[in-house]
């Protein structure tokens, strides 16, 4: 017989309506790349591309590639991911639980099955110039 307390974590499914019913649910964050994340996301999603999550696994680079707010996470807060289709969140899931978080979740179909339910998102309307000014996204 398996102790609970023994269990290495591990990554749950969550469909997005299993996730919008949750009372208290978990940091959402989605690992898409921003010009996707900006088209529309799921409402209070935080931003952080599947790309800067698997270089958080690399110490040299992380101080330069992944934001403070990530690195300062701790492992037992639960972290929910969502990209476009489910393809992306699950390899930012199993990286997460390599990293010692320990309360991963993957949103399974993604931002299309998320619409595709008629749940609600958001659109980033302004986008920022290289020169650091915000301007409208037409």
Not at 95 to 121: D, H, R
Request: proline share 9%.
């Amino acid at each position: 017989m398996t102790s609970i307390a023994n269990s290495k974590p591990r990554v749950i499914d969550l469909s997005p309506q299993e996730f919008n019913q949750l009372s208290n649910p978990p940091r959402l964050i989605d690992v898409r790349f921003q010009g996707e994340y900006n088209q529309f996301h799921a409402p209070n999603a935080i931003n952080l591309s599947l790309p800067r999550i698997l270089m958080n696994n690399t110490p040299w680079l992380r101080r330069y590639v992944v934001p403070q707010w990530f690195q300062e996470l701790p492992q037992d807060e639960p972290i929910a991911l969502i990209c476009l289709t489910a393809h992306r969140s699950p390899i930012a899931a199993k990286q997460l639980i390599k990293a010692g978080f320990n309360k991963v979740y993957n949103i399974t179909g993604g931002m299309m099955e998320w619409q595709k339910l008629g749940l609600p998102t958001v659109k980033v309307n302004k986008v920022t110039n290289v020169k650091g000014q915000i301007t409208n996204d037409k």
